[in-house]
């Protein structure tokens, strides 16, 4: 049976049962991944950049655990004398949260990047550069706290390695795209 069915079909379990929320949160991974470029006043590592997301969460009735899902956008970029690059990506995520009654909240799950792609526009002279990385699966671990009812924060440490797509080159290539990052998100 397909994994996709499967996942769908044991969500709808929870729904006549659960306490549902959109969700929406923006952050920032200040930390993580190989360099790919360095200047004189910044680099631009693979895993770090601004993000943000929208999903849903689930929190069955009388349980501690809730589920969420998230589809987001994450950026970064560098300026240097006489060029730029950048790197973009559609993080998706699947977590499962174990939620206290301190508003505390651990999460662990799986996260998948859709469409990596590195960008660096040389000074002149020299030669413009675009690398597409393949999707990559990784996964999470998150701490959050319930500011009240609606708005939390989150500190997240994602595990995740870029490839290089085998039309691009001769050698595999593999990339630590792991990061550090924290958020702040709402329920509505």
Same mark, same amino acid.
């Given at each position: ?86 790197? +973009? =990506? ?10 206290? &009654?301190? /508003? #505390?909240?651990?999460? !662990? %799950? ?53 490839? +290089? =797509? ?10 630590? &795209?792991? /990061? #550090?990052?924290?958020? !702040? %998100?709402?329920?509505?």
């Amino acid at each position: 049976m397909n994994l996709k069915v499967l996942i769908i079909a044991g969500a709808m379990l929870f729904i006549p049962t659960a306490n549902a929320a959109f969700i929406a949160s923006v952050g920032f991974a200040p930390f993580g991944g190989d360099n790919l470029v360095q200047t004189t006043e910044e680099d631009l590592e693979a895993g770090t950049g601004l993000y943000g997301d929208l999903g849903f969460l689930l929190r069955p009735a009388s349980s501690a655990i809730s589920y969420q899902a998230t589809i987001g956008l994450k950026a970064n970029a560098v300026d240097f004398d006489g060029g730029d690059a950048d790197i +973009v =990506s559609l993080p998706m995520n699947m977590m499962i949260f174990y939620n206290n &009654a301190s /508003n #505390l909240r651990f999460g !662990i %799950g799986a996260t998948y990047e859709l469409g990596p792609e590195f960008t660096f526009n040389a000074p002149p002279g020299f030669s413009d550069r675009s690398v597409e990385f393949d999707d990559a699966l990784g996964f999470a671990i998150e701490v959050g706290y319930f500011l009240n009812e609606k708005a939390f924060l989150g500190a997240r440490y994602t595990a995740l390695d870029y490839e +290089v =797509s085998p039309n691009q080159s001769t050698a595999e290539t593999v990339i630590d &795209a792991n /990061n #550090l990052g924290i958020h !702040i %998100g709402i329920m509505f």
